[in-house]
């Protein structure tokens, strides 16, 4: 198995332009399932978790491949069958294939969806809003089958109980082509949704309140054909943005938006850090970086995202104190602390807390990966230390980002696969 090898101790200094964005592109993809026609994804990133949903729309009869730099998806000759378990549990987002398949098919049988390291994963919240559709659940020993009686999903008024993502998208995705009007309510913010509610739009939908709380979506009968370039990875670009930082470097990330990393950039900027948004670009210049300690907190966007928890545990390692991360959002999001610790970290949990105390005289050694965000964590551990670092478990971190190696050797990193 291939392992990530890295020398650190050296600021990072390049420019990069960061890929399209994993958790845009999932739900895009299963949107695709919507409509009996074409889609075209540009700036669709080339990862693992794309190529897994590509191989599940493929297995319900979908034609899709890559075009230069496009994602292709002709779903003319989609199938009303079940999400094959063999993709489906690897990742999360598949799940996304509920709503859209009960909205063309109104009926979907899906796995259930894989636990993962990060928390259990339950969907209560997305059946919820779909039995307010009109779904009958029948829960079986392979997974769940969703029938909608009428075959066609009806309009509703929901109130989600927590702003998840996932029941956001896959509520909506069930909408669009519902019998009357859905109003959402305590919807997830996300930007990755209100992409999803732009493009689905540009297909023929009719949904209105992206980027709030409360999405009103009037059913449609059919959507068209379609291309859409996707949102730059907000993630890949906050953990470069961190990595940089950790490094008191200076790096500019070409595709980087300020407006979707606020908490991030003001936090950095509070370190004494320049970051500048220069037209969709953001500049970062933390060589005069002095950060102390602080309290980070992990909230529903507009809040600081858990997906850069991992990576804001590193960087607080180079900050002088005693800082406090709060995980509010998964239940075991902090197993990197464990590794991080063979490189000399002292961090300490308390139930959903971190205690970091730096900044820590990191070294170089053998860490392993074992799970997407973590795993680039320790990527940027690695350019923090002194001497030299061997990543194994690498396959986590390509489910995410592009060529992790690529980028950071570009922004002038002593790294490579092995
Ligand atoms: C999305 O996951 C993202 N994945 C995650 O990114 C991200 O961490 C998460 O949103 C939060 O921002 C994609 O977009 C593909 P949630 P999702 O539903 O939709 C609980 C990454 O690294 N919950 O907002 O699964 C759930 O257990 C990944 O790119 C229920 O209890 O997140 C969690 O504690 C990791 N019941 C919380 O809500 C439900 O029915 C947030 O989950 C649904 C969720």
Same mark, same amino acid.
């Given at each position: 198995?291939s392992?990530i090898?890295?020398?650190?101790?050296v600021?990072?200094?390049g420019?990069?332009?960061?890929?399209g964005s994993?958790n845009?592109?999932?739900?895009?993809m299963?949107a *695709?399932v =919507?409509?009996? @026609?074409? +889609? /075209? %994804?540009? !700036? #669709?990133? $080339?990862i693992?978790d794309v190529?897994?949903?590509?191989?599940?729309?493929?297995?319900l009869?979908?034609t899709?491949f890559?075009?230069?730099?496009?994602l292709?998806?002709?779903a003319?000759?989609?199938?009303?069958?079940?999400?094959?378990?063999?993709?489906?549990?690897?990742f999360?987002?598949s799940?996304l294939?509920?709503g859209?398949?009960?909205?063309r098919?109104?009926?979907?049988?899906?796995p259930?969806?894989g636990g993962?390291?990060?928390?259990?994963?339950p969907?209560?919240?997305?059946?919820?809003?779909?039995?307010?559709?009109g779904?009958?659940?029948?829960?079986g020993r392979?997974g769940?089958?969703?029938?909608?009686?009428?075959?066609?999903?009806a309009g509703?008024t929901?109130?989600?109980?927590?702003?998840?993502v996932?029941a956001?998208e896959?509520?909506v995705?069930? *909408?669009v =082509?519902?019998q @009357?009007? +859905? /109003? %959402?309510k !305590? #919807?997830a $913010?996300?930007?990755?949704?209100?992409?999803l509610?732009?493009?689905?739009?540009?297909?023929g939908?009719?949904?209105e309140?992206?980027?709030?709380?409360?999405?009103?979506?009037?059913?449609?009968d059919s959507?068209?054909?379609?291309e859409?370039e996707?949102?730059s990875?907000?993630?890949?670009a906050?953990?470069?943005?961190?990595?940089?930082a950790?490094t008191r470097?200076?790096v500019?990330?070409h595709g980087?938006?300020e407006?979707?990393?606020?908490p991030l950039?003001?936090?950095l900027?509070?370190d004494?850090?320049?970051v500048?948004?220069v037209?969709?670009?953001?500049i970062?210049?933390?060589?005069?970086?002095?950060?102390?300690?602080r309290?980070?907190r992990?909230e529903?966007?507009?809040?600081?995202?858990?997906?850069?928890?991992?990576?804001?545990?590193?960087y607080l390692?180079?900050?002088?104190?005693?800082?406090r991360v709060e995980?509010?959002?998964?239940?075991?999001?902090?197993?990197?602390?464990?590794e991080?610790a063979?490189?000399?970290?002292?961090?300490?949990?308390?139930?959903n807390?971190?205690?970091?105390?730096?900044?820590?005289?990191?070294?170089?050694t053998?860490?392993a990966?074992?799970?997407?965000?973590?795993?680039a964590?320790?990527?940027?551990?690695?350019?923090i230390?002194?001497?030299?670092t061997?990543?194994?478990?690498s396959r986590?971190?390509?489910r995410?980002y592009?060529?992790i190696?690529?980028?950071?050797?570009?922004?002038?990193?002593?790294?490579?696969?092995?």
């Open positions: 198995m392992r090898w890295i020398r650190g101790n600021p990072l200094c420019e990069l332009t960061i890929q994993k845009a592109a999932l739900p895009l299963a *695709a =919507l409509h009996p @026609g074409k +889609t /075209v %994804l540009w !700036n #669709c990133p $080339r693992l190529e897994c949903m590509s191989s599940i729309l493929r297995e009869g979908c899709v890559r075009e230069g730099g496009a292709v998806i002709d003319s000759r989609a199938e009303d069958l079940p999400v094959p378990a063999r993709y489906a549990t690897r999360r987002a799940v294939l509920t859209s398949l009960l909205g098919f109104g009926r979907a049988c899906l259930y969806p993962c390291t990060i928390g259990t994963r969907i209560d919240l997305h059946l919820q809003i779909f039995r307010k559709m779904a009958l659940p029948q829960t392979e769940i089958c969703l029938q909608i009686p009428q075959g066609r999903p509703c929901a109130a989600l109980e927590f702003p998840s996932g956001t896959n509520a995705l069930g *909408a =082509l519902a @009357g009007v +859905t /109003v %959402l !305590n #919807c $913010r996300e930007p990755e949704i209100t992409e509610c732009r493009f689905l739009n540009e297909k939908a009719r949904i309140g992206a980027g709030g709380s409360v999405l009103t979506i009037t059913g449609v959507l068209r054909d379609s859409y996707l949102m990875d907000r993630i890949v906050g953990t470069y943005l961190l990595a940089a950790g470097g200076q500019t990330l980087a938006q407006e979707t990393l606020r950039a003001d936090i900027r509070g004494g850090a320049s500048r948004a037209g969709k670009r953001i970062l210049d933390a060589s005069g970086a002095h950060p102390g300690e309290f980070v992990t529903p966007y507009p809040g600081f995202p858990t997906d850069l928890q991992s990576q804001i545990l590193v390692l180079t900050a002088s104190g005693a800082s995980e509010t959002m998964f239940e075991s999001r902090f197993q990197i602390a464990a991080l063979k490189m000399g970290a002292d961090i300490e949990i308390e139930n807390c971190a205690v970091v105390r730096g900044p820590a005289a990191l070294k170089g053998a860490v990966a074992r799970e997407l965000r973590g795993g964590a320790l990527a940027a551990a690695g350019l230390a002194g001497g030299e061997a990543i194994s478990g986590f971190i390509k995410g592009e060529d190696c690529r980028d950071l050797a570009a922004l002038g990193a002593d790294i490579r696969e092995i």
